[in-house]
């Protein structure tokens, strides 16, 4: 049987190490070499980019799919074959072709369904090109990860013993309460490091947003090393931007992790 490590003394952190040494011999290399020097200081730009579109896509992507996962749970019968449609056909779908069709399909679809309604009322009309690709390419992360984030959150609350809602019910909480004092808290362990990991995938497909030309880090690095010719140092930056994102973002969720346990043993 293969050894287990324990969790009372758990590995020392090595691969963190080979990161932290890899980032300084890198970082060793770049200072003082005007070539990447340029380049960081063109895709530094991108990075707040980068975070916008997750943060925003990743909350509005967690609401909807908290809601889904209600549904999915729901006593009627209806919600929960909507949920499930919705879920099942979302999560059939490339990340990319759903970045592409909101932006060329969704969005023109829904600039003349405005345009139909503010006519009729009197308002003035909007063109297509007002709305932005950064919140077609948000609204694209919404819907594709709010699927997978749905089934993340059913899957905790489902993790919680129904004995203990039924006594929660018993004491007379409503359905709010029991969610809130009940189920949540237990849930919360289960749901944490999925939750955490989609976080941690949707910073990597925030790249996809570059097919739409939306300046983020990618996009940014595309267009420098077009310019330049130097494709090396270019995407040595771009990787390295990505990979202190998304080990720096690990490390804060692992630690959130601990905490959680310490809260809700």
Do not use: C
Not at 41 to 51: E, F, H, N, P
Not at 251 to 261: A, D, I, T, V
């Amino acid at each position: 049987m293969t050894p287990r490590p324990s969790e009372d003394k758990p590995d020392f952190p090595w691969w963190l190490v080979a990161i932290i040494a890899f980032t300084a011999f890198f970082v060793y290399q770049a200072i003082g070499n005007p070539i990447y020097e340029q380049v960081a200081g063109k895709l530094i730009k991108g990075v707040k980019i980068t975070i916008f579109v997750t943060l925003v896509g990743f909350l509005l992507a967690s609401v909807f799919g908290l809601l889904l996962a209600v549904a999915s749970l729901s006593k009627h019968q209806i919600l929960r074959q909507i949920s499930r449609f919705y879920v099942e056909v979302v999560r059939g779908l490339p990340i990319l072709v759903i970045l592409l069709y909101v932006s060329f399909v969704v969005a023109p679809g829904i600039v003349q369904g405005w345009n139909f309604i503010a006519e009729s009322i009197g308002l003035d009309p909007i063109r297509t090109r007002d709305f932005t690709f950064l919140w077609r390419a948000i609204i694209a992360l919404t819907i594709g990860y709010s699927a997978f984030i749905s089934e993340v959150f059913r899957a905790g609350i489902l993790s919680v013993e129904e004995g203990q809602i039924e006594a929660a019910e018993a004491l007379g909480l409503n359905a709010w309460q029991r969610f809130r004092h009940i189920t949540f808290p237990q849930a919360i362990r289960t749901i944490m490091p999925p939750l955490g990991n989609d976080f941690i995938a949707m910073i990597k497909d925030s790249s996809l947003v570059s097919v739409l030309g939306v300046l983020d880090i990618t996009q940014l690095g595309k267009v420098t090393a077009a310019g330049n010719f130097r494709y090396f140092e270019t995407y040595n930056v771009v990787a390295m931007l990505y990979l202190t994102l998304t080990v720096t973002l690990s490390l804060l969720l692992r630690k959130l992790e601990e905490k959680m346990r310490g809260k809700y043993p």
